[in-house]
C-alpha cells in the first residue's frame, strides 16, 4: 500500500505514514486478510486513543494522537525568509502569494520578477529556494515548460514572399489544443521514449499518451512564430545582423499536468497541519519515498518538455529544407538542485528564466510585441533568475470581456504581424510593456539579440488553457 493510499485513508505524512507502513506489512505477516488492512487503517485514524495499547497499531495509534497535537500547534515563523522584488507595480495579490511562500518553514530565500502574476501557491514569476524539500505546485502545473529558438539559413524575407509555405510547415509539422495528439500512425519519435517511465506511477500510466502528444504544442499561451531575429552581440555564436527564426513555447502536456496533480494533492495530504492559504504550497521531503518519485518523474518531464520541441523544430526544419545555424533554449516551471549562500538548496522557477552567470535564455514578449534572446548575469540576489515573458496584467476572463477581434486585427496589422490562430484571451494588449520588465531587470540579464514576431499560431479561439 503506497503514501497515495495511506493518505486517501486518512493517514497524514511523517512518522504516522512511517508507521502505517510498517502496520500494513505487519498484518499481511499476521494473515490478516488484504482487504480487512483498509478498515484497521481508517479506524485507528479515526479514534487512536482506542489504539494505544494495540499489538499491532499501538505504535501508529501514538504516533496519530502526537502529530495533531502538533497539527493544532502550527504557527508560520516568526521571522520569514528574506526575498527581493523586482518591477514596480507588482499586483498585491502576486506579492501577497511570495510573502506566504517565505513563512514556510522550509524556505530558504526568494524572489519576485518583474513579470509577476498570481498563480497556484507561488506566483507565476516566483523564485523559492528551500531546504531539501520541493513544492509541487511551486514548479508549476505544466512542468518543464520550456523555450526553444532556431535559426535557419533562409532569408528572413521568406516570411513575407513565402508566408504560406512558412504557415503550412507549422500546421504540418505540430498540434495545438486541449489533449490533441498525433494519430498513431504519425507518432513521433525520440530516445526519451526508452528512458524509464517506470520511475512514478503517474509516468508510467500516461506513458502512451505522452507518446501520442510528443512533439505537440497545446494550449493556453502555447506558440509556433516565426519572426525576425536580430543578433546584437557577436558572443550569441552568429554575426550581427537580421535572420529567420522559429520560438516556440510549450511543456510537458497531459503526463505533466497529471504528475502536478497527483503530487500536489499527496503533498496537501502530508501536510494537513498547513492553514487554507499556504494548502497550495505543501511540500514533499526529498529524504521521502514521495519527494524522491516526484523529484524523478519531473526530471523525466524535463527530458519529455525537450523532446517536444526538439521534434517540433526538426520537423519544420526538415519541411522547409532548412539549415539549422544555431539553437537555444531553456526552462522556466522547474525544480534545481543549486549552491546558493554556501548549502545547497532547491531552487524553484514558476515562471522565472535561469540566468546564472553567462547562461543564455529567451524571455518572448507576445504576439504583438519582441522577445529577447539574453545572458544571465549572475545576480545571486534573485537566486540567478530573470522574468520569463511579460507577464499578464489582466485576467484571461477580463482580456476576453475587454476586447475584440477587430481590435486586435489592427493591433497586429500595425506591427505587421499574421496571426494563424489564438484565443482571445491572449491578445497582446492582455500582457505587460515587455520594454518595462526588460528595463527592471537590467541587473539580472543582458541582451544578446531581439525577436518580433512575424507569423504565429496559437490554439485555436475558445481552447481552454492547459497552463
Not at 524535463?302 to 539549422?324: F, T
Amino acid at each position: 500500500m503506497n503514501a497515495r493510499k495511506l493518505s486517501q485513508l486518512g493517514v497524514p505524512g511523517g512518522e504516522a505514514m512511517k508507521l502505517a507502513g510498517t502496520a500494513v506489512r505487519d498484518a499481511r505477516q499476521m494473515g490478516i486478510p488484504k482487504r480487512d488492512i483498509p478498515d484497521l487503517l481508517t479506524a485507528v485514524v479515526e479514534n487512536p486513543a482506542d489504539y494505544t495499547q494495540d499489538a499491532l497499531l499501538g505504535d501508529l495509534a501514538n504516533a496519530l494522537l502526537a502529530q495533531q497535537t502538533a497539527v493544532a500547534e502550527f504557527r508560520p515563523r516568526a521571522h520569514p525568509a528574506p526575498y527581493h522584488i523586482w518591477g514596480a507595480n507588482l499586483e498585491k495579490e502576486s506579492i501577497a502569494q511570495m510573502e506566504n511562500a517565505v513563512q514556510l518553514p522550509i524556505s530558504a530565500r526568494g524572489a519576485l520578477m518583474p513579470d509577476a502574476h498570481v498563480g497556484y501557491g507561488l506566483p507565476i514569476g516566483g523564485v523559492l529556494a528551500t531546504h531539501n524539500a520541493v513544492i509541487p505546485y511551486a514548479v508549476g502545473v505544466d512542468i518543464a515548460c520550456r523555450m526553444k529558438m532556431t535559426i535557419f539559413d533562409l532569408s528572413p524575407h521568406v516570411i513575407r514572399s513565402e508566408q504560406k509555405r512558412l504557415a503550412n510547415a507549422i500546421e504540418a509539422e505540430t498540434r495545438f489544443g486541449i489533449g490533441v495528439g498525433f494519430a498513431r500512425q504519425q507518432r513521433r519519435d525520440h530516445p526519451v521514449l526508452q528512458a524509464d517511465w517506470t520511475v512514478s506511477p503517474i509516468t508510467q500510466r500516461n506513458r502512451d499518451k505522452a507518446w501520442e502528444q510528443l512533439g505537440t504544442s497545446g494550449s493556453g499561451n502555447h506558440f509556433v512564430e516565426f519572426g525576425v531575429l536580430e543578433v546584437l552581440h557577436d558572443e550569441l555564436g552568429l554575426a550581427r545582423g537580421h535572420y529567420l527564426a522559429l520560438l516556440s513555447h510549450s511543456g510537458s502536456r497531459g503526463t505533466g499536468a497529471a504528475v502536478c496533480d497527483y503530487y500536489s494533492k499527496l503533498a496537501m495530504d502530508l501536510h494537513p497541519e498547513l492553514p487554507k492559504h499556504l494548502r497550495h504550497l505543501a511540500w514533499l521531503n526529498l529524504d521521502s519515498d514521495p519527494g524522491r518519485e516526484y523529484w524523478a518523474a519531473m526530471e523525466l518531464m524535463g527530458q519529455y518538455a525537450a523532446a517536444n520541441h526538439a521534434l517540433i523544430h526538426k520537423h519544420i526544419a526538415k519541411n522547409l529544407g532548412a539549415k539549422v545555424l544555431l539553437d537555444v533554449e531553456n526552462h522556466h516551471n522547474f525544480a534545481w538542485k543549486e549552491l546558493h549562500d554556501g548549502e545547497t538548496v532547491i531552487v524553484h522557477r514558476k515562471g522565472a528564466t535561469p540566468a546564472g552567470k553567462g547562461v543564455i535564455g529567451i524571455i518572448p514578449g507576445s504576439m504583438g510585441a519582441p522577445g529577447f534572446v539574453v545572458r544571465g548575469l549572475g545576480n545571486e540576489a534573485s537566486l540567478q533568475s530573470a522574468a520569463h515573458g511579460a507577464g499578464r496584467r489582466m485576467s484571461r476572463k477580463q482580456a476576453i470581456k475587454t476586447y475584440t477581434w477587430s481590435e486586435v486585427k489592427k493591433f497586429l496589422r500595425e506591427r505587421d504581424v499574421t496571426l494563424l490562430s489564438a484565443g482571445l484571451d491572449e491578445v497582446p494588449m492582455a500582457y505587460k510593456d515587455i520594454h518595462e520588465v526588460m528595463a527592471a531587470q537590467a541587473d539580472l540579464v543582458e541582451v544578446m539579440a531581439r525577436f518580433d514576431p512575424r507569423l504565429v499560431k496559437m490554439a485555436p479561439h475558445g481552447e481552454r488553457p492547459e497552463d
